[in-house]
Structure formats: structure tokens, C-alpha cells
Nanobody, 124 residues
Framework: QVQLVESGGGLVQAGDSLRLSCAAS????????MGWFRQAPGKEREFVAT????????NYADSVKGRFTISRDNAKKTVYLQMNSLKPEDTAVYYC?????????????????WGQGTQVTVSS
């Protein structure tokens, strides 16, 4: 069982940066691939980024590639999402998710555990 708690969201201006954190409970965090997803009002939840259990493999949605960076610290049982050059279209609730596999996935259905989400609002 893994419990996930996101933090770090907030209201920022276009061009600013934010770092989201996702703290996990459970003894086997290092065996899970992790992902970040987001859901804007009136839209379906979409993939943002994923990272493998070791941190050696990452993947990003085209919309955030080059601006966002996912990382993890297995000793702290935490995964991060560094978001730079934020745009108004990045406004959404951001969720972290855990997958009991070595490598992540861009599909919502492939993740077993989800956090409650943290709001990110980017003003123009």
C-alpha cells in the first residue's frame, strides 16, 4: 500500500517557476515507477511526466518537454516536478501516481495509487 501527498501548488504568473513535491508512505517506494498527471477544468486528466523506479528513465508529454523536469529521491520517498516557464495553459490540479512496475506509463489506468492533487494556477 502506498499513500501519496502532493504539495507545492499555488498561484503564479506566466513565466514563473514552481516545484511540486509528492511524499509517499510505505516501505517499497523505490520499487514503484512514479508519474505526474494534471486535470484542467472541464477536461480529462492527462499525462505530464513519468520516472522509473531508479530515476534513470523519464518521459514527458510534448506540451511540457523542455520546461518540466521530474525527479525522485528514494531515500526521502519523494518525487518532484520542477516546472519552469509556466504558461496559463498549465493551470490544472496536478496529481502524482504510483505504479507497481519498474517503468512508468502515460496511461492513467496503469497506476494503482493516486494523491489528492494540488492546484496550480498560472495567470497571464
Amino acid at each position: 500500500q502506498v499513500q501519496l501527498v502532493e504539495s507545492g501548488g499555488g498561484l503564479v504568473q506566466a513565466g514563473d517557476s514552481l516545484r511540486l513535491s509528492c511524499a509517499a508512505s510505505g516501505r517499497t517506494f523505490s520499487s514503484y515507477a512514479m508519474g505526474w498527471f494534471r486535470q484542467a477544468p472541464g477536461k480529462e486528466r492527462e499525462f505530464v511526466a513519468t520516472i522509473s523506479w531508479s530515476g534513470g528513465s523519464t518521459n514527458y508529454a510534448d506540451s511540457v518537454k523542455g520546461r518540466f523536469t521530474i525527479s525522485r529521491d528514494n531515500a526521502k520517498k519523494t518525487v518532484y516536478l520542477q516546472m519552469n516557464s509556466l504558461k496559463p495553459e498549465d493551470t490544472a490540479v496536478y496529481y502524482c501516481a504510483a505504479r507497481a512496475r519498474s517503468y512508468g506509463s502515460s496511461s492513467n489506468d496503469d497506476y494503482e495509487y493516486w494523491g489528492q492533487g494540488t492546484q496550480v494556477t498560472v495567470s497571464s
